[in-house]
T-cell receptor, first 112, second 113 residues
Framework: DQQVKQNSPSLSVQEGRISILNCDYTNSMFDYFLWYKKYPAEGPTFLIS?????DKNEDGRFTVFLNKSAKHLSLHIVPSQPGDSAVYFCAAMYSGNTPLVFGKGTRLSVIA | DAGVTQSPTHLIKTRGQQVTLRCSPK?????VSWYQQALGQGPQFIFQYYEEEERQRGNFPDRFSGHQFPNYSSELNVNALLLGDSALYLC????????????FGSGTRLTVV
């Protein structure tokens, strides 16, 4: 019973174009959503987050959109760069210091 | 400023053995959480320690146990290892008091043969 779902195992995008990674969740009690980036042989690195009271958060090339009615969030990367190639995990929390609930991840490949 | 450090990096154990993994949290963090990431899966929450006590626990059997020391470092112990325990074990630390800011270590790759 997966509460956070990333239905695309992989995504390939050309350098300079937009990357859109999607995430769906089932539990409306989630209060906070986060995106982590993971390179091989490293731990997940925090990328960007959004509170359930917002619908958009931007940080440089990265923007996260939240649609609460659809229980859907997406991460936009513009423009995509080869260094963005990694596995991206969507995660959700009920409140502060509660466990992270992760999706299975999407492997992004940015082709030069 | 050192982040979260985990040891060892890699470990090979035989089925039925016991293993101990170690984690030192980021400076200023007092809460430590452990996650298991199986191949092709997202990290799964094992348990969280705060003030030397297990505060929350995920859906893992009692073979998985832990400890937190007064300096906030933590250990994860797994008894009676199964082949299915082969995974990347991640430690994450955070400041207490309702923080959303988890910092992860690079993990320990455990292989059970």
């Amino acid at each position: 019973d997966q509460q956070v779902k990333q239905n695309s195992p992989s995504l390939s995008v050309q350098e300079g174009r937009i990357s859109i990674l999607n995430c769906d969740y089932t539990n409306s009690m989630f209060d906070y959503f986060l995106w982590y980036k993971k390179y091989p042989a490293e731990g997940p690195t925090f990328l960007i987050s959004i509170s359930s009271i917002k619908d958009k958060n931007e940080d440089g090339r990265f923007t996260v959109f939240l649609n609460k009615s659809a229980k859907h969030l997406s991460l936009h990367i513009v423009p995509s760069q080869p260094g963005d190639s990694a596995v991206y995990f969507c995660a959700a929390m009920y409140s502060g210091n509660t466990p992270l609930v992760f999706g299975k991840g999407t492997r992004l490949s940015v082709i030069a | 400023d050192a982040g979260v450090t985990q040891s060892p990096t890699h470990l090979i154990k035989t089925r039925g053995q016991q293993v101990t993994l170690r984690c030192s949290p980021k400076s200023g963090h007092d809460t430590v959480s452990w996650y298991q990431q199986a191949l092709g899966q997202g990290p799964q929450f094992i348990f969280q320690y705060y003030e030397e006590e297990e505060r929350q626990r995920g859906n893992f059997p009692d073979r998985f146990s832990g400890h937190q020391f007064p300096n906030y470092s933590s250990e994860l112990n797994v008894n009676a290892l199964l082949l299915g325990d082969s995974a990347l074990y991640l430690c994450a630390s955070s400041p207490g008091g309702g923080s959303y800011g988890y910092t992860f270590g690079s993990g320990t790759r455990l292989t059970v043969v």
